[in-house]
């Protein structure tokens, strides 16, 4: 199954550190915030991982590109466990996909459509001739466990290749930051909601519950085709929530709760601040 991740934002809130460094490429302890994503992506068993970006953010690629001389140096060195962690980055077989303008996540994920969907115009070269569901993995959310997405794709599976969601539980107050699902548990599957609603940053009057959309998708590939008709919407952008709306009018979609412990968001400064103090005595 391929993995994408979106990573050509502007990091707008974490300027000024932003301005010259990618906000995926923050550090969370020693490694770039999205080291952990890809991470995530491969121990799950996806077979591609596609980075989408833009062309202003070449640390990314160069991040994930092997560094001979660097090993080497690290290794006349004798750091070899640094040496060891340099050459393993390189060697992460993920591709990259560019978006042309930031014109929003729905966006970003569409520019990997010809991936997905198999397109002659399939910039990674490599688009399955059956068009198959693929994992969409946010950058602003780590799940280092990485048990979330074999999760989500049983759940898929035992609901005829299901669209299936992350979802956590957030205050009241804080709904307004995400897309927020409505819907019913599932009585045979504790802490599965089938989603019959979708809300992009509701108010917390309008919001049909405080489950949270929290950065890891499971889609059919129809998503594609829908993204590709969807107009833009809150704040003038290609709003995947909004093709997500689409999608539930066709298919079945489901949403795993996950306890609030499972997720990090390294989202907003605090957030960031907080994962760090939080994964810091995992390191050993
Ligand atoms: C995006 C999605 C939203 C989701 C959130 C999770 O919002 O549009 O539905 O809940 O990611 O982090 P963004 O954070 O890009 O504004």
Known sequence: MKALIPAAGLGTR???????????????????????????????????VLVITNRAKPAIERHFSPDPELVAQLLAAGKHDYAQAV??????????????APLGLGHAVLSASGAVLGSPSDPSGSGSP??????VLLGDALIPDAQLLPRMKAISEAHRQANVIAVVEV???EVGRYGIIGGCPLQATEGVWQ????????????????????????????IMELLAETKPGAGGEIQLTDAMVALLAEEEMYAL?????????????EGWL???ARLAPRRG
């Open 171 to 173: 205050p009241a107050e």
């Open 14 to 48: 974490f300027l000024p550190a932003t301005k010259a460094v990618p906000k995926e490429m923050l550090p969370v302890l020693d490694k770039p915030a999205i080291q952990y994503v890809v991470e995530e992506a491969l121990v799950a068993g996806s077979d591609e």
């Open 130 to 135: 059956t068009p198959e569901p693929f994992y």
């Open 274 to 276: 907080e994962t760090n």
């Open 195 to 222: 989603v019959e609603q979708l809300v992009e940053k509701p108010s917390p009057e309008a919001a049909p519950s405080r489950l949270a959309i929290f950065g890891r998708y499971l889609f059919s590939p129809r």
């Open 257 to 269: 709760v996950i306890d609030a412990e499972e997720g990090y968001d390294v989202g907003t400064v």
């Open 87 to 100: 050459e393993a980055v390189g060697k992460m077989p993920v591709g990259f996909v560019y978006q042309s």
